[in-house]
Nanobody, 117 residues
Framework: QVHLEESGGGVVQPGGSLRLSCAVSESIFSTYIMGWYRQAPGKQREMVAV???????DYANSVEGRFTISRDDAKNTLSLQMDSLITEDTAVYYCNAKHYVIGHDYWGQGTQVTVSS
């Protein structure tokens, strides 16, 4: 069982920045697709950004150019740098690890991000 733990959420004004981190209990980055998802009140959970074992990244259109996903393989840490935040970015953000071949799908407990003036 892989354990994921997010940190770094909080309240920020529009235009501000936050950096989320996800501590991963095992060295899985080379074989799992790691990602950040978010869920706003009354909405479905949606993909924000993902990074493959080979380092290929993909972003939701709504965050392209403002958010950056990265990972530190030595520290087993996944990060999400969020810049130019807007009120629509307000949500609970979740760290995720997927392995489609063996059917693993792990989630963290989530961290709240609130963008408000």
């Amino acid at each position: 069982q892989v354990h994921l733990e997010e940190s770094g959420g909080g309240v920020v004004q529009p235009g501000g920045s936050l950096r989320l981190s996800c501590a991963v209990s095992e060295s899985i980055f080379s074989t799992y697709i790691m990602g950040w998802y978010r869920q706003a009140p009354g909405k479905q959970r949606e993909m924000v950004a993902v990074i493959t074992g080979g380092g290929i990244t993909d972003y939701a259109n709504s965050v392209e150019g403002r958010f950056t996903i990265s990972r530190d393989d030595a520290k087993n840490t996944l990060s999400l740098q969020m810049d130019s935040l807007i009120t629509e970015d307000t949500a609970v953000y979740y760290c995720n690890a997927k392995h489609y071949v063996i059917g693993h799908d792990y989630w963290g407990q989530g961290t709240q991000v609130t963008v408000s003036s």
